[in-house]
Structure formats: structure tokens, C-alpha cells
């Protein structure tokens, strides 16, 4: 890249974060609990997103902002169903969620009524990563399907998130996938990364994802 | 974007375009069919591949260029030991292969030996789509077990096609999806767009596909 394409991303990048940093000071400041999830298009951020809801809207106000690249709604709209507040952006074509976006997400949401706050990016393994939102958690879905190398062609996102959903467990029985193989290009990348292993079909698995949360909601 | 950010991305896309077509140039001059292929990351680009140069290798001679983000020698070993020649590009953590990483790419394939370029894009279904590569023919994979709402989520990739394969049939029983819902989709963006559906795996619909790329040699 040329000096002045050089200079102009850092710039995106700095002014992100510091806008990044805002949204975090907002989230904190209503003690809510948050968490960016990215994947693959496909992986299954939706379905978790809607299966998550199911399991704790009794007890846990949950507001979402769905990232998508068109004008459509089809995520919200299932959100809005499954009983969370939503909020849908469109990047206008964009890869990735930036922090200005989640600014005018928060905004439009009712954050003094929350305790959590899911953002759903756009389906990208490699964008998304470079841009920090202000959640308090980076969780990464990774599915079956797609395959066990996956750490190893996108090290990048493997790199830098708090958490790994390995999805769509049951379809293990009909496609090839080595978790010893998987696991050991996560570790390689990200010692430290909590794992859950589960199925959205199946609900298998789901039970600590959702212990896990609810150890993390701040109210 | 501010508007300096606006004319660097139309220099980026106006210097690709003519590279795309210095590309392009080259390949016609020695009588070479090409496909751009694309894809989410996991929906088996490299699996579709390496089944073309299993069916096509007794008749045809093939190349093929590896795009991945990180140094990985992944696919292309596959590639090398399926019985096609392989260049990998690293694109040094990028969301996309350009046209300049085409052109160093086939500096290094044998082009009069050869009949057939196969460009393996970055698994990713935005950033590519805005990347003419030069080749003939532009290949969108499409997965089941992606689910059946890409086309409306990521309309720039399913509109600037001229071929979509729908990989995994195999695992049609195992997960939801509405073909009829899919198809709606495609030709809402894409009229034209010819479909192959197959299965990398039991080699269901296969045959076509290969039947699609011999009528299109052109040697």
C-alpha cells in the first residue's frame, strides 16, 4: 500500500477506537453486558442469537443490533419476534460494523430498560476483526461445516476474540472434520479462548453457553 | 467517507480494472478458459477444485491460484498433489485477491501448457465481488448448510455472477432449507445466472458442472 492509503487507514482505525472506547463508557454506564459476535456468512450467528434469547428473555432484557451489507430486515424482524428489542444497520455494501455505526445502534436503543446487548456483524471472517466495537466480549462462530481449517486460513479472527462457538455439532455425522486438528489451530492462535462446542438444531451444548452469560450480566 | 477516501477507492477499483484487462489479455493470448470462483469461507471452493482437476486432468492442463489470507500452503499442496499446477498469493491479512496479484500469480503458471485458470478467491462474500480479476467467467458457491437467505444478504456477490453452484446437496435432510426461497433470491438478482447444484462429497451433479467447462475450453 502506498503511504498516503497507509496514513488514512490508521486514521480509520484510531478514530474507531476512540469512538469504540464511547460506546463501551455508554454500555458500562448502564451496567450493561455485551457482546460482538462475527462469523462466516452461514456459521449460524442468527440462530444462536434467537436460540440465546429463547433461553434467558424471562429473566434477561436483551436489545440486539443486526449488521448486514443490504436494507434487509429479515434478521431483525426474527429478533423483534423472538422478544428482544432490534435494531437493524445497513452498511450500504460495507464488510464490517464499525464503531459509529454501534454509536447510532445504541442510540436508538432502550439502553436504561437492557442487560444485555448482542451486535451481530456482518458474516466475514476477515473485516470484522480489525475493528473493536466497544463490546465487552468478541465471540467468534465457527460451524462444522465449514470445516477444520479454518484458524489456519483466518488467523486473524481466531486471533482476537474471547470466545469460540463451534456450531451446528450435529451435522458432525456427514461432513469430514477433525476436532483434534480444529482445536489444535485455535490453540496455536488463541490459548486462552473459551470454547462451546453446541447445536442450535439439537440445542446440545447449549446449556454453558448460556450459564456462561448469565455469570457475566453486570444486574 | 470523506471525499478523499472516495477518490482513493475509485483510483484503487479504476487500476484494477485495467490490470483486470491486462489479465484478461494474457489469458486470451494463449487460448485460456478462466474462472474467478468465490465463496463464503467454507463452502467449498477448494473441494469443488480439486474435483474439477479429478475429472478434467486426463484431457486438460490445469493451473490454479490460491488466494489466502494468511501464509498457508493449505490448498494449494492439495491442488499440487491432485495433479494441477498451484501459485499461493498471501494476501497479508486482505479481504480480497485484486488484479495485481493475478498478474504475479500468472507470471509464475506455465501459460502455454496450459488450458484452464482457476483462480481460488479469500473466502469472504463482500469484498470480491467489487474485484474484476480477468477471467472469463465469475463462480459464486453457494453452500446448504449456509442457509437459504444469502442471496438477500449479500445481493452484490449473488448479482455479479455468471455462475452459481450449490454445493453440499448431500446434506439437504439434515438442515432447513427452502430451495424454493433460495431461487426466488438468485433470480431477483440474477436472472441469467446459470445454476448448478452438486455434491462434492457423493459427486451428485457433478457432471454437468464439468460438462459446463468443457464446452468453454477453448483448445
Not at 456459521?43 to 436494507?71: F, M, N, P, Y
Not at 451481530?120 to 476477515?126: C, I, P, Q, R
Not at 442450535?200 to 450480566?217: A, R, S, V
Request: glycine share 8%; with cysteine.
Amino acid at each position: 500500500m502506498s503511504n498516503q492509503k497507509v496514513t488514512i487507514l490508521e486514521n480509520i482505525l484510531s478514530a474507531n477506537d476512540q469512538l469504540a472506547e464511547k460506546n463501551r463508557f455508554l454500555l458500562d454506564k448502564f451496567n450493561i453486558f455485551s457482546l460482538n459476535i462475527m462469523a462466516s456468512p452461514g456459521a449460524g450467528k442468527t440462530s444462536v442469537i434467537l436460540k440465546t434469547i429463547e433461553a434467558l428473555k424471562s429473566t434477561t432484557r436483551i436489545g440486539v443490533i443486526e449488521g448486514d451489507t443490504a436494507a434487509v430486515t429479515i434478521d431483525a424482524d426474527k429478533v423483534t419476534a423472538g422478544g428482544a428489542y432490534a435494531v437493524q444497520i445497513n452498511t450500504g455494501g460495507n464488510c464490517h460494523l464499525d464503531s459509529s455505526m454501534i454509536e447510532a445502534g445504541l442510540n436508538q436503543l432502550p439502553l436504561e430498560s437492557l442487560d444485555l446487548v448482542i451486535i451481530e456483524n456482518v458474516g466475514n471472517l476477515v473485516c470484522p476483526a480489525a475493528f473493536e466495537l466497544g463490546t465487552n466480549t468478541r465471540v467468534l462462530i465457527a460451524s462444522i461445516p465449514e470445516g477444520d481449517d479454518k484458524p489456519y486460513k483466518y488467523p486473524g479472527m481466531y486471533r482476537g476474540v474471547d470466545v469460540l462457538i463451534l456450531n451446528k455439532t450435529d451435522l458432525k455425522p456427514y461432513v469430514p472434520f477433525d476436532v483434534n486438528y480444529f482445536r489444535k489451530g485455535v490453540t496455536l492462535l488463541n490459548p486462552g479462548v473459551k470454547i462451546f462446542p453446541l447445536s442450535c438444531i439439537t440445542g446440545e451444548g447449549f446449556k454453558p453457553w448460556i450459564e456462561w452469560i448469565k455469570i457475566h450480566l453486570k444486574k
